[in-house]
């Protein structure tokens, strides 16, 4: 029976599963070897210049501090999993960049009320496991005026659909329910209370992935670096015919979104950038 003294628990093993998953393989190698540009399109799209206050929230290894720091703004990144953040103040420190990296849990930010001139996440808070307690902790701590930025996968897309692959070989209560939702307007818009964030605008547009020799190559890499992946294999453990189907399934994935080149493989993997403004 689910009981308001039973719940805070229950979250908090959610909590500790999801830190432990996004810790396992290579996040990092994911972030910076395959969709290394996507940090710095959300920084131009949010309008980060140098002198603002920005906040990264699931911010990874940095994909998005880094390149919000590079303008001269002075960024927080945080986390849930410490392993990330250890991870991306190699990369920034590596770079001469000076940036603060705080573990803490998107739907808990430990910032005052309207700290952050830009508020950011980059294919991260999408995987919190409650929506709207994120989207209401991202606006709280946004200064009126100041900017909400997100960029997240689309359900209809290559991430959205390795995730839907994902489910099946987890338990129910790992994952958090639907992280691609955040990949629709209507859904993210409607997170946020009325009124605290106005002017949405939004896109569709996509990353061209060419990381990959063939379909089987993009299996092998996923299934060593990606922590969800990396996971869901330990989970499946000895048994060797549910291993083989999803090693099908995530090469059948690739080749169904790849195209040819000289040197491999490319795939097209849509996202949804949304950008508003904090309300007074």
Not at 27 to 34: C, N, R
Not at 98 to 103: A, I, K, N, Q
Not at 175 to 204: C, H, I, N
């Amino acid at each position: 029976m689910d009981t308001p003294q039973s719940r805070p628990h229950q979250s908090s093993e959610l909590k500790d599963r999801h830190r432990r998953m996004w810790a396992l393989g290579d996040y990092g190698s994911v972030a910076s070897q395959v969709v290394p540009e996507l940090g710095a399109v959300l920084a131009v799209e949010a309008g980060i210049s140098a002198g603002d206050y920005v906040l990264d929230v699931a911010a990874g290894t940095g994909n998005a501090s880094i390149p919000a720091a590079q303008t001269g703004a002075r960024v927080v990144a945080l986390d849930l999993t410490p392993e990330l953040l250890e991870a991306g103040r190699g990369a920034a420190g590596a770079q001469g960049l000076d940036l603060e990296w705080v573990e803490g849990d998107a739907e808990d930010l430990p910032f005052k009320d309207a700290t952050f001139d830009a508020v950011i996440s980059c294919v991260g808070v999408m995987f919190a496991p409650n929506h709207r307690q994120s989207a209401a902790e991202l606006v709280r701590v946004c200064r009126p005026g100041g900017t909400i930025g997100l960029l997240n996968w689309t359900p209809e897309g290559f991430v959205g659909e390795l995730i839907a692959i994902m489910r099946d070989y987890q338990p129910p209560q790992a994952a958090a329910p639907g992280p691609p939702l955040w990949g629709r307007e209507d859904y993210v818009t409607g997170l946020f209370q009325e009124g605290t964030v106005t002017g949405w605008r939004s896109r569709k547009e996509m990353v061209t992935v060419d990381r990959f020799e063939n379909p089987e190559h993009f299996q092998e890499f996923f299934k060593a670096n990606f922590g969800p992946v990396v996971g869901a294999y330990r989970l499946i453990g000895d048994d060797l015919e549910r291993s083989a189907a999803l090693d099908r399934e995530l090469s059948s994935l690739a080749e169904r979104h790849a195209r040819s080149t000289a040197g491999g493989i490319e795939m097209d993997w849509e996202y949804l950038l949304l950008r508003g403004t904090a309300a007074g």
